[in-house]
């Protein structure tokens, strides 16, 4: 069966492989000429608490629905928690705008899907349970399962295995896994290190005098008074995602985020190493596995660290910055939602003066 909301196609039928239609010496780090201070205006953050209602309605299809709604004109968009009854299917959960963005779906079978949706298509992480015993964890994409899961009872003698999916087609061969594991990475890397580089340069680009710009730095633990909507909302995501001490805008001056950033240019001598995380604690990396709070390879939580490769790292100066991990706090499973926060910062000592 098929149900729309908000005009978007909901399916729910699914089979074993879908479910739901669903060289250099470095040079000295040194400020540039003074420039005009960028300014730094809040991001805006809508909050449409104040218009949210309560009710029960029956729409014309029959479909039943209680719980939380807006109203728009003569429209009625169901908005927040809420239940909604559609013949056999069901939907409970969060609402936004008229649509299903995370909670519980039953189907006209009884097979059920809980996580989180876009377009009304299971998207993000989320659970299948197929009436047949099947059980999948893992990522979705645009309804189907796509990316790193658990997949328990799909091969013979029912234990759990665990491995990639890609497009909704699940194969448990080991070969299979490793080209659906080589071809899941190219395409999320890709995507994951093209933001967070765009991320990079702007932070660059918008350092002023005192350093980085607020929006890629996770806020102060404790609240400031009269502080905007945007900045409570990093702190929130922040602690779900990292835990502290974060560095804080004096570790990262403009000029040596200017000489790092550089290395990021077309033809670059040394260009910067890039490497995403697949998962906390591996060799390596600069992050501390034990500060990852989430889960690597699904966007929200995602660590990705650039760093200065030999020869610039070995001969940098003072003051350089030889790393930069960031972080994406969002909590929302796709990368154009992505919300960069610098996590970790490598910068070189200045030397101790004798006494």
């Given amino acids: 069966g098929a149900w729309r909301a908000g005009g978007a196609r909901f399916g729910a039928a699914g089979d074993l492989g879908e479910a739901g239609a669903m060289g250099k010496k470095a040079a000295a780090v040194a400020e540039p000429p003074p420039v005009e201070e960028p300014v730094e205006e809040d991001e805006p953050v809508e909050d449409l608490s104040a218009d949210i209602c309560e009710g029960e309605f029956v729409f014309q299809d029959g479909s039943?629905?209680?719980?939380?709604?807006?109203?728009?004109?003569?429209?009625?968009?169901?908005?927040?928690?809420?239940?909604?009854?559609?013949?056999?299917?069901?939907?409970?959960?969060?609402?936004?705008?008229?649509?299903?963005?995370?909670?519980?779906?039953?189907?006209?079978?009884?097979?059920v899907y809980k996580g989180t949706f876009r377009d009304n298509l299971f998207d993000g992480v989320g659970t299948y349970k197929w009436s047949d015993g099947r059980e999948y964890t893992g990522m979705w994409q645009a309804g189907r399962m796509h990316g790193p899961g658990r997949f328990r009872n799909f091969v013979i003698g029912g234990e759990e295995?665990?491995?990639?999916?890609?497009?909704?087609?699940?194969?448990?061969?080991?070969?299979?896994?490793?080209?659906?594991?080589?071809?899941?990475?190219?395409?999320?890397?890709?995507?994951?290190?093209?933001?967070?580089?765009?991320?990079?340069?702007?932070?660059?680009?918008?350092?002023?005098?005192?350093?980085?710009?607020?929006?890629?730095?996770?806020?102060?633990?404790?609240?400031?008074?009269?502080?905007a909507p945007r900045v409570k909302l990093d702190r929130a995501l922040a602690s779900l995602a990292l835990s502290r001490p974060f560095p804080e805008t004096p570790t990262l001056p403009r000029g040596a985020l200017a000489a790092f950033v550089a290395h990021l240019a077309e033809g670059a001598e040394h260009p910067l190493s890039v490497a995403v995380y697949e998962?906390?604690?591996?060799?390596?990396?600069?992050?501390?596995?034990?500060?990852?709070?989430?889960?690597?390879?699904?966007?929200?939580?995602?660590?990705?660290?650039?760093?200065?490769?030999?020869?610039?790292?070995?001969?940098?100066?003072?003051?350089?910055?030889?790393?930069?991990v960031f972080v994406n706090i969002s909590d929302q499973y796709r990368i154009e939602t992505a919300r960069w926060k610098v996590a970790f910062a490598e910068v070189v000592p200045h030397p101790v003066a004798e006494s």
């Fill in 64 to 111: 039943k629905y209680a719980g939380q709604y807006l109203k728009a004109e003569d429209d009625i968009l169901m908005h927040g928690q809420g239940h909604l009854q559609s013949g056999p299917e069901s939907f409970r959960g969060v609402f936004e705008k008229g649509a299903y963005k995370s909670g519980e779906f039953v189907s006209c079978s009884g097979e």
């Fill in 161 to 227: 295995f665990v491995g990639f999916s890609l497009r909704g087609d699940f194969k448990s061969a080991a070969d299979q896994q490793a080209e659906a594991k080589r071809v899941y990475l190219e395409e999320y890397t890709a995507a994951c290190a093209a933001s967070a580089t765009a991320a990079l340069r702007e932070l660059a680009e918008k350092a002023g005098s005192t350093g980085a710009p607020r929006k890629f730095l996770v806020p102060p633990e404790l609240p400031a008074e009269d502080e």
């Fill in 279 to 324: 998962s906390a604690g591996l060799p390596g990396q600069r992050l501390e596995a034990k500060r990852m709070m989430l889960p690597q390879l699904q966007f929200a939580g995602q660590a990705i660290e650039f760093a200065l490769a030999p020869p610039p790292a070995e001969t940098a100066e003072p003051g350089a910055i030889k790393a930069i």
